[in-house]
């Protein structure tokens, strides 16, 4: 949608879907406030159309509606990959969702690699990456 933030509307729809996975924060930037912590301008800047203490409307809406303000609603087995070098989408951001999963008592494994950033790229992680998602929607979509 156009002037939407494409990560933020994702968290309400977790009690509707079967599961939920979320590579490099990609879907899933766990509190969109703490995105002011990298040097990544682009989320702040275009996707949610500036800082947290910025009053225009897209930029309160878009933090309004970040994931860790909906985790009471959480019910959805969940998959998170992330990188620990990942600059863009901090490390820590993965972690925090999945602590919070865990801590409602929803099923979750995160699965970090300690040689990649934002995208996994080592071929060798590829196939680790492969080999989980795919054992992952066999455990809960069979």
Same mark, same amino acid.
């Given at each position: 949608?156009?002037?939407?933030?494409?990560?933020?509307?994702?968290?309400?729809?977790?009690?509707?879907?079967?599961?939920?996975?979320?590579?490099?924060?990609?879907? #899933?930037?766990?509190?969109?406030?703490?995105?002011?912590?990298?040097?990544?301008?682009?989320? $702040?800047?275009? *996707?949610?159309? @500036?800082?947290?203490?910025?009053?225009?409307?897209?930029?309160r809406r878009s933090y309004a509606n970040s994931p860790h303000r909906f985790v009471t609603r959480w019910d959805t087995p969940i998959l998170i990959f992330a990188g620990i070098n990942?600059?863009?989408?901090?490390?820590?951001?993965? #972690?925090?969702?999945?602590?919070?999963?865990?801590?409602?008592?929803?099923?979750?494994?995160? $699965?970090?690699? *300690?040689?990649? @950033?934002?995208?996994?790229?080592?071929?060798?992680?590829?196939?680790?990456?492969?080999?989980?998602?795919?054992?992952?929607?066999?455990?809960?979509?069979?």
């Amino acid at each position: 949608m156009a002037g939407e933030p494409w990560d933020a509307p994702l968290a309400p729809y977790f009690d509707i879907a079967e599961i939920a996975w979320n590579h490099a924060g990609t879907q #899933l930037a766990y509190s969109c406030k703490k995105l002011t912590g990298t040097e990544e301008l682009w989320f $702040v800047n275009n *996707d949610y159309r @500036g800082a947290y203490w910025d009053e225009n409307p897209v930029a309160r809406r878009s933090y309004a509606n970040s994931p860790h303000r909906f985790v009471t609603r959480w019910d959805t087995p969940i998959l998170i990959f992330a990188g620990i070098n990942d600059y863009r989408i901090p490390y820590s951001q993965s #972690l925090e969702a999945f602590t919070a999963a865990r801590l409602r008592n929803i099923p979750a494994r995160l $699965v970090a690699f *300690d040689d990649e @950033g934002h995208q996994v790229f080592k071929p060798q992680n590829s196939i680790v990456w492969n080999r989980e998602f795919f054992a992952w929607l066999n455990r809960y979509l069979r």
